[in-house]
């Protein structure tokens, strides 16, 4: 109960809560979990969290009159509360979708294509070796150059996901390397850690490139399986969608109606709505 009074303070939803709804989600209010340390996606700006996801699930509380509370959580929680759906029924934050995360949550059209990162240091300190791939047309780091090293992820994130198999798993490409993993509640934290306590951390694109533009000395590439031949070589690639509690169809079919129409607003530089949102965010959260 204190766990739960907590939250409903956090959200700002002391009066929906003196009135004695049940959840915070309860009445009007709409409570979406995120994680702000993801930009563009999610991020804190003057102490407010912005970001694309932000942006669509405003506009998702306009289309249904409801107000929108953003809850910043440790990313690993998200799933399974949306899936139990008492403090909140949306997860929005740059959620990648998965079979194991389809069968506690549905999920709404995909609305982004993310690629994994590696970052490490510039000047070389404890970083991996660099291949060249014709797959990405340039520079690329291969999963088995990540042998015997120590690997920083977000805790729960789809690199967590793939690093942990590609360690535990014998046909993995880092199975019996040595390569360890540490997970992270926070990327930021995760970062600092590099050439220090880690070699490299793995996280998507877009997050990965705005940490690098923050952080003097840190570069990025992105991770690539390796194939048979340099041509089939595979970038770790999957595509975002938000998380809704099962059975809150009107919600889920709101969410894909503003999607839908972002996706389908292209502009005559080929943009669409999501991808404006994106560079806008970059922008911003990038220090521009
Ligand atoms: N896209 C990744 C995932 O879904 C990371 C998301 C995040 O860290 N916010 O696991």
Redesign the pocket.
Known sequence: MKKFLTVCLAAGTLAASALGFSACGGGNTLVVYT?AG?APFEYLSDGQIVGVDVDIMNQVGEKLGRDVVFENVN?DVIVDAVSEGRLTNVGA????ITEERREKVDFSIPYYT?SLYVIYKTDGTMAPEIGESTAENGSVIYWDSLAGMSIGV?GG??ADLFLTDEIGEDWGALYGTNASKTPYTSLSVAVNDIGLNTNVVI??ELPAKTLVANNDGLSCLPLYYRGETAEEDEAAV?E?AIAVTPGQDELLAAINEVLRDLIDDVDEDGNNGIQRLVMQHLDLASGN
Not at 93 to 96: F, K, R
């Open positions: 994680e993801f990313f934050a740059g959620l990648s993310a977000q994130t789809t996280i998507d999957d975002y």
